[in-house]
């Protein structure tokens, strides 16, 4: 599949990769929910080289998911914060670390905190309609053109 065309994809998962599928991507967003906004915040978060920052961050603010917002007239800075559709991505990426632990765990794993409970965050996807732990009931998929 072409990824560049995916956006034409009838195919929910195909078109969210097309925006937020590379890894450096997801660090991104992983970042910004954690509070990092500045290009020099991410890339020593991430070790990212300069141009390939420079990409995603344009990519992810071209898409919606991150808003590009001055903070500094001289000299000119910019910051980059969550957009509605950026913090929607918040579940995604905790399902994205829950199959991680489990299959990929192993050592020490960073862990994610309720920051006003104090209580780790157990991440888990629910069908809303049926109450069901997604993965636990069979499913079928239905392209636009079955439906």
Request: charged share 25%; proline share 5%; with cysteine.
């Amino acid at each position: 599949m072409d990824m560049k065309n995916s956006c034409d994809n009838p195919c929910p998962i195909a078109r969210s990769l097309a925006v937020a599928g590379d890894a450096w991507s997801v660090l991104i967003l992983r970042d910004a929910h954690a509070g990092l906004s500045r290009f020099d915040q991410f890339r020593k978060s991430l070790g990212i080289a300069p141009t390939m920052l420079t990409r995603r961050l344009a990519t992810l603010t071209e898409e919606g998911l991150l808003e590009k917002r001055r903070y500094s007239e001289h000299p000119p800075r910019e910051e980059y914060l969550l957009t509605a559709a950026g913090r929607d991505f918040l579940p995604v990426l905790f399902m994205i670390g829950a199959w991680g632990r489990q299959h990929r765990g192993g050592g020490k794993l960073t862990r994610f905190f309720d920051a006003e409970t104090g209580t780790e965050i157990k991440a888990v996807a629910v069908d809303e309609v049926t109450g069901a732990k997604i993965g636990t009931r069979p499913m079928r998929i239905v392209t636009p053109d079955e439906s």
